[in-house]
């Protein structure tokens, strides 16, 4: 199945360092959405975009959905030990049946 | 509190033992659907709900079975499990397929 390009794959960062993620996909999408897995758990909704140049942030984090509509961004400002963990973009529009199409995901990890 | 609930969440079978992993929601939503993950492959989609009653299949469906009955319950069936389908499997729900899935803690499933 299709699956969209999202990089990078790891990162390894230092605690109060800023941290950017991509995603870009062949299809046009109506909707991007920006997951996170913690260790053992399901993944949490983070943020939502449903309209091309949309700019949104919770918290430290900010998203948003490109003017292409092919692609997608995901910022965290002053990392903290708790975001540790993958991040997962997913996005849906006509070309996909309005199902999802993931990111293979983000993980993150902070130097010790 | 909002949930979805699966059971079981650790199950080591044997091949060919046929075994269900249930996925309740108490939100009310009308879109549920299952998930297997796999290391380096992100989440990929098995089969989806709109509705009760209403079912398709997702990108890798082969193997799996499901129904659904009642809004709330989205069992998924393994009728003669394979060591290939050794993976981690979450289930989710939208309110309308929304794509602001709600997943549950994971099923990790070992077939020998």
């Known amino acids: 199945g299709q699956q969209l390009n999202q990089s990078p794959q790891s990162m390894f960062i230092q605690e109060g360092e800023d941290v950017s993620m991509n995603c870009t996909s062949s299809?046009?999408?109506?909707?991007w959405l920006w997951y996170k897995q913690d260790p053992g758990e399901g993944p949490v909704l983070l943020i939502a975009?449903?309209?091309a140049g949309e700019l949104t942030s919770n918290g430290r984090l900010t998203a948003q959905f490109g003017i292409t509509r092919k692609d997608s961004f995901l910022n965290i400002s002053a990392s903290i030990p708790s975001d540790v963990g993958i991040y997962f973009c997913?996005?849906?529009?006509?070309?996909?049946?309005?199902?999802?199409?993931w990111g293979a995901g983000t993980k993150l990890i902070i130097k010790p | 509190e909002a949930q979805v609930t699966q059971n079981p969440r650790y199950l080591i079978t044997v091949t060919g033992k046929k075994l269900t992993v249930t996925c309740s929601q108490n939100?009310?939503?009308?879109?549920m659907s299952w998930y297997r993950q796999d290391p380096g492959l992100g989440l990929r989609q098995i089969y989806y709900?709109?509705?009760?009653?209403?079912?398709d299949k997702g990108d890798v469906p082969e193997g799996y079975k499901v129904s659904r009955k009642e809004k709330r319950n989205f069992p998924l069936i393994l009728e003669s499990p394979s060591p290939n389908q050794t993976s981690l499997y979450f289930c989710?729900?939208?309110?309308?397929?929304?794509?602001?899935?709600?997943f549950g803690e994971g099923s990790r499933l070992t077939v020998l």
């Open positions: 709900s709109m509705n009760v009653e209403v079912t």
């Open positions: 997913a996005g849906s529009g006509m070309e996909s049946n309005y199902q999802l199409i």
């Open positions: 299809s046009i999408f109506n909707t």
């Open positions: 939100m009310n939503h009308e879109y």
């Open positions: 975009l449903y309209k």
């Open positions: 989710a729900s939208s309110f309308r397929g929304t794509g602001e899935l709600f």
